[in-house]
């Protein structure tokens, strides 16, 4: 392997990199802020191997998601009804502080944190507008799936 040089840099860059840095993040900081909404739906697709929450306002544009992976969980712990209302508490600090208030729900899939993610977006505080199960159901399709013999 080669040699490593090691600059020197003089204090007033390093002031004015830190400095650039500083302004980035208020910037950022500040449109976040402006994103202040009151009505949205939130989207839960619920499956057998994970939850994933997403929040978008009424237009459809997404403001916020989680999911039970990106939580920390992993193997079939991302699946379990606990994964899924840690990830509806994790939303919830993110929505309070935009402002939301009213809520509509859409369920997919029929995973084990369905339930759970209803019941703690209730607990939390919110309004909760209406449910909808938007799962798709064939019509008789192709078939399905053998069932699992454990």
Request: aromatic share 6%; proline share 6%.
């Given at each position: 392997m080669g040699k490593k040089k090691v600059t020197k840099q003089d204090d007033q860059i390093l002031l004015k990199e830190t400095?650039?840095?500083?302004?980035?993040?208020?910037?950022?900081?500040?449109?976040?802020?402006?994103?202040?909404?009151?009505?949205?739906?939130?989207?839960?697709?619920?499956?057998?191997?994970?939850?994933?929450?997403?929040?978008?306002?009424?237009?459809g544009n997404v403001v916020a998601w989680s999911t039970a992976g990106a939580l920390g969980f992993k193997g079939p712990k991302k699946a379990t009804p606990f994964a899924a209302s840690k990830v509806v508490d994790a939303l919830a600090e993110k929505l309070k502080k935009a402002g939301l208030e009213n809520i509509t729900i859409y369920l997919n899939g029929i995973g084990g944190g369905r339930d759970s993610t209803v019941r703690s977006f209730v607990n939390q505080?919110?309004?909760?507008?209406?449910?909808?199960?938007?799962?798709?159901?064939?019509?008789?399709?192709?078939?399905?799936?053998?069932?699992?013999?454990?």
């Open positions: 400095a650039d840095m500083e302004s980035a993040v208020s910037q950022s900081a500040s449109k976040k802020a402006k994103k202040k909404f009151i009505d949205g739906c939130i989207y839960v697709k619920a499956s057998y191997n994970n939850t994933v929450v997403t929040v978008t306002d009424l237009k505080g919110f309004n909760l507008l209406g449910i909808h199960d938007i799962t798709p159901i064939p019509h008789n399709g192709p078939k399905p799936k053998k069932v699992r013999r454990v």
